[in-house]
C-alpha cells in the first residue's frame, strides 16, 4: 500500500501533468482561465448590493478604500498545507482554499476544519479534478455534489465559491452551478507553479502579475510553492495591498451563483 505522503506525491504528478499540455492550449487566457466565460470584476460585484447573509462575510475590510488581493490555493489539503496554515496565521493573512475532495478533502479532515476555524474562506475545486467541460450534466453534479456534502460535513457550511479545473467552463457549467449554490472563481494572477520546484521564480511570477482585485492562484500541494508564500506575503505588504478572501474581495456585494468572477 502506498504512503499518504506517496499518495499525495502521485495527484501532484498527476495535477501537473494534466496542467502542462492545458496551460499550452490556453495561452491566450493564461490569466483568466480558459473557458472564453464572460466575467464579473470584484470591482462590478462590490456596485451590487448584496441580498443574503454572505454580505456579514465582508468582515472590516472595505475593498472599495484599500487596495486588497485575494490568495487562494488550489487541490489541496496536501501534507504542506498544515505550514501554510501556520504561515497564514503568523502572517495574519486570510486565504481561500478550493479543495478536491478525493484524496484530499476526505483525506485530511482536520485540516479542512482548521482552515475554516482560523477563518479561511473554504470553496471547491471538485470532487476528482476531471474537466467540466467534459462531462454529461449528471457527471457535473457529482463532481460539485459530493465536494459539497463533504465540506458541510466537516466545516458546517456547504461552499459557495467553485474553481472549475483549468478554468474551463461553459453555460452547462453556470447552469448546474447555479442550480448547486455556486459561483465560479478563476484568477488574473498564475505562477504556474505546477511547472517548476523554484520558490524563487513562483514568487517573482506572482509579484510581476499582482494589481489592485488581483486574485492570486497557486497550489498548496506542489513542493515549490509553500516556502515561496512568505515572501509573496511581505513584499505585498510592502507595496500597501490587504489580503482578503474572495467573498471580502467582493464585499458588500456577494459571489451570484451560476456567474463567473476574475
Known amino acids: 500500500m502506498l504512503s ?16 502542462v499540455p492545458a496551460a499550452a492550449a490556453c495561452l491566450a487566457a493564461a490569466l483568466t482561465g480558459c473557458g472564453g466565460a464572460d466575467t464579473t470584476l470584484p470591482s462590478s ?18 475593498c472599495r478604500e484599500v487596495k486588497c488581493i485575494a490568495l487562494t490555493f488550489d487541490a489541496g489539503p496536501s501534507e504542506h498545507s498544515a505550514a501554510l496554515l501556520d504561515i497564514l496565521k503568523e502572517k495574519q493573512v486570510p486565504a481561500t482554499f478550493f479543495l478536491l475532495g478525493a484524496r484530499h478533502a476526505e483525506k485530511y479532515p482536520d485540516l479542512v476544519r482548521r482552515m475554516a476555524a482560523e477563518g479561511h474562506e473554504v470553496a471547491s475545486h471538485t470532487w476528482d479534478h476531471k474537466i467540466l467541460t467534459e462531462l454529461e450534466p449528471d457527471g457535473i453534479r457529482e463532481e460539485l455534489r459530493r465536494t459539497n456534502d463533504v465540506i458541510e460535513r466537516l466545516t458546517g457550511r456547504p461552499p459557495t465559491l467553485m474553481r472549475p479545473p483549468q478554468g474551463r467552463t461553459n453555460e452547462t457549467v453556470h447552469e448546474i452551478s447555479r442550480e ?11 505562477a504556474k507553479d505546477y511547472t517548476t520546484t523554484d520558490s524563487a521564480l513562483i514568487r517573482r511570477r506572482v509579484l510581476a502579475q499582482a494589481d489592485r482585485d488581483g486574485i492570486i492562484l497557486l497550489h498548496d500541494l506542489y513542493d515549490g510553492t509553500v516556502p515561496a508564500v512568505p515572501g509573496i506575503i511581505d513584499a505585498l505588504k510592502e507595496r500597501g495591498f490587504v489580503f482578503v478572501t ?3 474581495l467582493l464585499a458588500p456585494g456577494e459571489a451570484v451563483p451560476g456567474e463567473v468572477y476574475r
Open 4 to 19: 499518504p505522503l506517496k499518495k499525495t506525491k502521485n495527484t501532484g504528478a498527476r495535477l501537473r501533468a494534466l496542467a
Open 246 to 248: 474572495v467573498p471580502q
Open 180 to 190: 448547486l449554490g455556486l459561483a465560479e472563481v478563476l484568477w488574473t494572477v498564475t
Open 45 to 62: 460585484a462590490r456596485a451590487r448590493p448584496a441580498t443574503t447573509s454572505q454580505a456579514a462575510r465582508g468582515g472590516p475590510v472595505d
